[in-house]
């Protein structure tokens, strides 16, 4: 069983930037591909960006592309999502995600793991 536990959410004007961290335990993080999700308030939740086992292969949703970016430190059981240039339309709650899967999967269906979220709003 894989606890995820996310943090470094809060409230920030359009412009800035910040870095959400998921701290895996239990089960092999190594072995996982680990993604991030968001929800806003009234919307499905939908995928943000996920990484491979590895760190050599991501993706990213194409609205995010050029201001997030996510990496992993296996060694310290971490996944980052790092946000820049962050708009109002980016606020809503962020899940950190563990797939056991091969390659990185873009539904929520696909994640096995899930922690327990962290808000993120960013103000006009």
């Known amino acids: 069983q894989v606890q995820l536990v996310e943090s470094g959410g809060g409230l920030i004007q359009a412009g800035g930037s910040l870095r959400l961290s998921c701290v895996a335990s239990?089960?092999?993080?190594?072995?996982?591909?680990m993604g991030w999700f968001r929800q806003a308030p009234g919307k499905e939740r939908e995928f943000v960006a996920g990484i491979n086992r590895g760190s050599g292969t991501t993706a990213v949703k194409e609205s995010v592309k050029g201001r997030f970016t996510i990496s992993r430190d296996n060694a310290k059981k971490t996944v980052y999502l790092q946000m820049n240039s962050l708009k109002p339309e980016d606020t809503a709650v962020y899940y950190c995600?563990?797939?056991?899967?091969?390659?990185?999967?873009?539904?929520?269906?696909?994640?096995?793991?899930w922690g327990q979220g962290t808000q993120v709003t960013v103000s006009s």
């Open positions: 995600a563990a797939a056991t899967k091969a390659i990185v999967p873009i539904t929520v269906r696909e994640y096995n793991y």
């Open positions: 239990g089960g092999s993080f190594s072995n996982n591909v």
